[in-house]
Nanobody, 122 residues
Framework: QEQLVESGGGSVQAGGSLKLSCAAS????????MGWYRQAPGKERELVAS???????TYADSVKGRFTISQDNAKNMLYLQMNSLKTEDTAVYYC????????????????WGQGSQVTVSS
């Protein structure tokens, strides 16, 4: 059974920092992409950052320059370093994994963890 377990969430004041971790286990195949999603109350789940198997990264415009995604494949870990946090960053953060699909070939996210709450206060 594939599992993605997030940790490191909590409450911080605006301007503070927090680091999220995601431990992956039980995967039969290597993912082509890993990422972090978040969902704030009353809003749709959005992709915050992603990292491909070759190390290429992407970030949502709202977090560029403040968040950094990284991975340690040997330890099956994914991380999200969050700096200069804003109240708008308050959300449940989810670790996600994607696999190659054909016709046309793409790497789609299809598995998410249970989520970790991040609350940023003013």
């Amino acid at each position: 059974q594939e599992q993605l377990v997030e940790s490191g969430g909590g409450s911080v004041q605006a301007g503070g920092s927090l680091k999220l971790s995601c431990a992956a286990s039980g995967f039969m195949f290597s993912s082509c992409q890993m990422g972090w999603y978040r969902q704030a109350p009353g809003k749709e789940r959005e992709l915050v950052a992603s990292i491909s198997s070759d190390g290429a990264t992407t970030y949502a415009d709202s977090v560029k320059g403040r968040f950094t995604i990284s991975q340690d494949n040997a330890k099956n870990m994914l991380y999200l370093q969050m700096n200069s946090l804003k109240t708008e960053d308050t959300a449940v953060y989810y670790c996600a994994a994607g696999w190659i699909v054909p016709d046309p070939v793409s790497c789609d996210f299809g598995h998410w963890g249970q989520g970790s709450q991040v609350t940023v206060s003013s």
